[in-house]
């Protein structure tokens, strides 16, 4: 075993092993993968030496840049004192990462449970949503995506993530606000947000009338960056509350900071959710799942849970630094000033390209639609992958999603410069230049 371990290996035989021992569902972006070797701010590095601007940061999870030198000292020194305790006893950065999260969320919520994982996270909320009020049907979202447990894939609304056949019951799915593919076939502001009102009508026809809740992504990051109309959060969360349910607010991709000026995407909305959940960019990396609500509804779940990994000191103390870093440099707003930025730029990309059939998103997290022209709107995944090699080839890397895998996903770290932005927007440029041509 020890010299499998020190091994020295090629690349090509470092992605035939990976091929080979690594389940074939875990696909991987480009044709040829790219194995990352290390990373330093806005960049990372192949073992080939290649270096490319990351524009999606891991998923939307590498805030604050790749070995940010404030949470990597924060790290060192967690594991030069001790590196696991389990949910058994009381380490001080994760009480300090509590009392963090009960500052910068809004409304009542105050006390929070730590997990591993955005499925845990929302795996718990859903859970407490059904044993706080007695019920056990959950409204949930068309395009959206809340993780890969049994009950988060059955909340999903995408046919490519429901895997399984059997899915957990109680789980209804309504409209999601999706303006530029209107199921209902009208333009909003005209539309009296008809997408909110039908939640409604979905609860009386649907369910017996009494939810235990509706869980929402404020931005619907694997549908493709769906921004849902401004009025449309107040209305579904009223609906919601008038049938007995609680608002579930999936910040997985959204929080800290990354819709722009604000530390959590609902806040855009001024809606104070029942339950929120973290994840991803809250520890730069780090694996971490939270699910914050008021007191009175945490007090619902019985005395008797645990999760073994859930407040890891290295993990907490991670998320405490990225926290005091995003604070400290104001890197919400940095969202908002290089994300309007960006913004712009795309909107110029769309007038140029027949190809782009809409531009969305907030702060650092816009998405390009691509569709074979603007008239029809027929998505295009193939100019998508095109352009991902293209982009790649240039030395830029960046996500895609959306239910037909037509939409270019943009989420670099927080700390983007505008100087980075002209860098991805003039590969972007490049690359649908020769993926139109």
């Known amino acids: 075993m020890t010299d499998l371990l020190d091994k020295t ?26 194995v990352i070797d290390h990373g330093e701010g806005m960049h990372v590095f192949d073992d080939r030496g290649n270096r490319y601007l990351d524009c999606f940061g891991g998923v939307l999870t590498v805030s604050v840049g790749h070995a940010n030198p404030k949470v990597n000292a ?3 020194a967690q594991i030069d004192k001790v590196t696991h305790t389990s949910a058994l006893y009381i380490n001080k950065p994760a009480a300090e990462l509590a009392s963090a999260v009960a500052e910068v969320t809004p409304g009542k919520l105050n ?3 730590f997990t591993n994982s955005g499925t845990e996270a929302d795996e718990t909320a859903m859970l407490l949503a059904r044993l706080y009020t007695g019920r056990q049907e959950i409204i949930a979202l068309r395009h959206a995506y809340h ?6 894939i059955s909340a999903a609304g995408h046919s490519t993530w429901r895997h399984g056949g059997t899915h957990v019951a109680g789980i209804k799915h309504a409209h999601a606000p999706y303006c530029y593919r209107c199921p209902f076939g009208q333009t909003y502001p005209d539309c009296g947000v008809k997408c909110a009102q039908d939640v409604e009508d979905l609860i009386l026809t649907t369910t017996d009338g009494k939810i235990a809740a509706f869980i929402a992504e404020p931005i619907l990051g694997v549908g493709g960056f769906i921004v849902p109309p401004k009025e449309y959060f107040s209305i579904v969360s009223e609906i919601t509350h008038r049938y007995g349910g609680l608002f579930i607010c999936d910040e997985v991709q959204t929080g800290w900071g990354r819709t722009g000026d604000k530390w959590c995407g609902i806040e855009h909305w001024d809606v104070e959710p029942d339950v929120m959940t973290f994840a991803k960019g809250m520890a730069n990396g780090s694996p971490v799942g939270c699910t914050t609500t008021t007191n009175e509804i945490a007090g619902a779940f019985p005395g008797l ?7 890891n000191p290295v993990t907490a103390a991670a998320a405490v630094a990225t926290i005091r870093t995003i604070d400290e440099n104001d890197l919400p707003h940095n969202a908002a000033v290089v ?3 960006l913004r712009g730029k795309l909107d110029a990309l769309k007038e140029k390209y027949e190809v782009i059939g809409d531009v969305r998103g907030m702060g650092l997290m816009q998405a390009i639609e691509v569709v074979l022209d ?3 709107k027929t998505p295009a995944p193939d100019v998508v992958l095109r352009v991902f090699e293209e982009t790649r080839r240039r030395g830029v890397l960046i996500g895609k999603g959306g239910l037909f895998g037509n939409v270019i996903r943009l989420g670099p770290p927080l700390i983007a410069s505008k100087s980075d932005i002209d860098e991805l927007v003039a590969a972007l440029d490049a690359a649908f230049a020769a993926a139109s041509a």
């Not at 092993?17 to 044709?31: C, D, G, L, Q």
């Not at 849970?305 to 407040?311: D, E, K, V």
């Open 374 to 376: 603007k008239k029809s």
């Open 339 to 341: 994300g309007g930025y």
């Open 305 to 311: 849970t645990f999760a073994t990994f859930g407040g």
């Open 111 to 113: 006390t929070s449970f």
């Open 9 to 34: 290996e090629t690349h090509e035989e470092l992605i035939a092993e990976y091929r080979e021992h690594v389940w074939p569902a875990a696909s991987t972006y480009y044709k040829e993968p790219i």
């Open 147 to 152: 993780g890969r447990s049994m009950l988060a």
């Open 74 to 76: 924060a790290i060192h």
